[in-house]
């Protein structure tokens, strides 16, 4: 049977990424704090940044886990504002933690697991590749990800493993309104810089990711879903 372990799937893009694969079949491991509420949806409670997650995620994907076709995807992640002055070095590790170090143990984890048409999907960001002001510990770690990425794909060589890296703009989600606030004026403007004048919805991106887990074609890349950011 395919397999998709997913990040952060309680919410959001991750959510609508796991149902997605529910729907063709895969089944569908979630790693978050709290549960999504999908009955095909097996939920394992880690918080990813704690000290003891990589014993904890070891110990569980090693018991409920056979080698496979594994399809891996690198999903959640936290968003503060902080900037390059003042960034309390405690908030950018936790930042690194769940952004960085925890696709890096999963990997270390689930690549010796995974068998030739297994991939691993990163998901960046717009500000994988362009900062911002005020997102420092998230702006870095979203570049991170791109260079986790690229050294995947060719640490991986001959294996018929491919990966990639989606890159959501605006969605509407949790995080974009935890970010933003829920003033309709900002969510608005916001929704303005696309071209189509609208957030992305989170099925947009789950089934951009879902194409990039099943493709290996566009190994190596980075693929953005942004619906076409009005450059100014
Ligand atoms: N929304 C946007 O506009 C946007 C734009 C660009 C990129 N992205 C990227 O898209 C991905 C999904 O974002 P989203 O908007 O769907 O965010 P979201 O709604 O806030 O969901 C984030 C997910 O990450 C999980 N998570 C956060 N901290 C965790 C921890 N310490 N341990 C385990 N799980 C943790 C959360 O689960 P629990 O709270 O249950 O632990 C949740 O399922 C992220 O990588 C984000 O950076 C989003």
New binding site residues.
């Given amino acids: 049977m395919r397999t998709l372990i997913i990040?952060?799937?309680?919410?959001?893009?991750?959510?609508k990424t796991a149902k997605l694969f529910a729907d063709d079949g895969y089944r569908v491991i979630n790693?978050?704090?709290?549960v999504a509420a999908d009955s095909r949806i097996e939920n394992h409670s880690?918080?990813?940044?704690g000290p003891d997650a990589e014993t904890i995620t070891r110990t569980l994907l090693d018991d409920i886990l056979e080698d496979g076709v594994l399809s891996l995807v690198h999903?959640?992640?936290?968003?503060i504002n902080d900037s390059a002055a003042d960034s309390i070095t405690a908030d950018f590790r936790s930042m690194l933690d769940?952004n960085v170090v925890a696709p890096h143990i999963l990997n270390q984890i689930l690549i010796p697991k995974m068998q030739p048409g297994s991939s691993i999907t990163y998901?960046?960001?717009?500000?994988s590749e362009k900062a911002v002001a005020n997102s420092y510990s998230y702006v870095v770690s979203?570049h991170a990800v791109v260079g986790m990425m690229r050294s995947t794909c060719q640490d991986l060589q001959g294996k018929q493993i491919h990966t990639s890296c989606v890159?959501?703009?605006?969605?509407d989600?949790?995080?974009?309104r935890?970010h933003v606030g829920e003033d309709q004026e900002i969510l608005d403007s916001i929704a303005s810089g696309s071209t189509f004048g609208r957030l992305v919805q989170?099925e947009e991106?789950a089934e951009t990711i879902k194409f990039a887990a099943t493709h290996p074609v566009i190994n190596g890349t980075i693929i953005h879903a942004n619906l076409g950011q009005i450059e100014n």
Avoid at 75 to 79: G, H, I, P, Q, T
Wanted: a positive charge.
């Fill in positions: 990040t952060g799937a309680s919410k959001g893009i991750g959510f790693i978050s704090r709290t880690i918080d990813l940044s999903n959640a992640a936290r968003l769940i998901i960046g960001s717009t500000l979203k890159c959501p703009g605006f969605t989600t949790e995080m974009l935890t989170p991106v």
